[in-house]
């Protein structure tokens, strides 16, 4: 099967802009994950979604992200204005949901954004 | 909330066999999971253990103990290849849904030598 495509794969903007970010999970994954992971430390949850619905978005920083998942497939995440500490890689991951998420998520290659 | 924690790194040679120590704490727990990522690459799933005791993949084993909040990923005949970061992660239980919430440790660093 095809895995979680990511795009682009690199972005460099100044800080102030915006930027946005684009996953396709695996097909027939009804849930749609959005992680940081700032260097040297480990993935950490913006976003879950569950088909289209938000499940989770607690550690999202809404007064500048922004993601959405039309349809229940494909989503985006956007950053509006970035500032420097949003810095890192953005990595999504989908899964089947359910007691089948225990056993693994496949993540995407992920964006690696640098705010200069 | 959750915590995790692990050591950030860890060096042994090829064919040694090394234990990647982790304790969390957590508001509800569903099973303790673990996740390989080599440089610049995606992490990968490497196992999840929800009981207690000892899960084996290949050269790779996963323990967990509940009581304890206290899990170790045992890694064998260690090759060149297996030089990565290593995470454990947690999966809570989320008011209101069934799905559960992955969160990850800060990673541990290993690195094999010839």
């Known amino acids: 099967e095809a895995g979680v495509a990511q795009s682009p794969r690199y972005k460099i903007i100044e800080k102030r802009q915006s930027v946005a970010f684009w996953c396709n999970p695996i097909?027939?994954?009804?849930?749609l994950y959005w992680y940081q992971q700032i260097l040297g430390q480990g993935p950490k949850l913006l976003i879950q979604f569950q088909n289209n619905g938000v499940v989770d978005d607690s550690q999202l920083p809404k007064d500048r992200f922004s993601a959405e998942r039309l349809k229940g497939v494909d989503s985006t995440l956007k950053i509006q204005p970035a500032k420097l500490e949003d810095s890192a890689v953005y990595l999504c991951?989908?899964?089947?949901?359910?007691?089948?998420?225990?056993?693994?998520?496949?993540f995407g290659s992920g964006t690696r954004l640098t705010v200069v | 909330g959750q915590s995790l924690e692990q050591p950030s790194e860890v060096t042994a040679v090829e064919g040694a066999i090394v234990q990647i120590n982790c304790t969390y704490q957590t508001s509800g727990f569903y099973g303790l999971s673990w996740y390989q990522q080599h440089d610049g690459g995606a992490p990968t799933f490497l196992s999840y253990n929800a009981l207690d005791g000892l899960e084996e993949t290949g050269r790779f084993s996963s323990f967990l103990s509940r009581s304890d909040s206290y899990g170790y990923l045992l890694l064998q005949e260690l090759q060149m290849k297996d030089s990565a970061s290593y995470f454990c992660a947690v999966r809570d239980i989320h008011r209101g849904s069934t799905l559960g919430r992955l969160y990850f440790g800060r990673g541990t660093q290993l690195t094999v030598w010839p």
């Open positions: 991951a989908s899964s089947r949901g359910g007691p089948e998420a225990n056993y693994g998520y496949t």
């Open positions: 097909s027939g994954h009804a849930t």
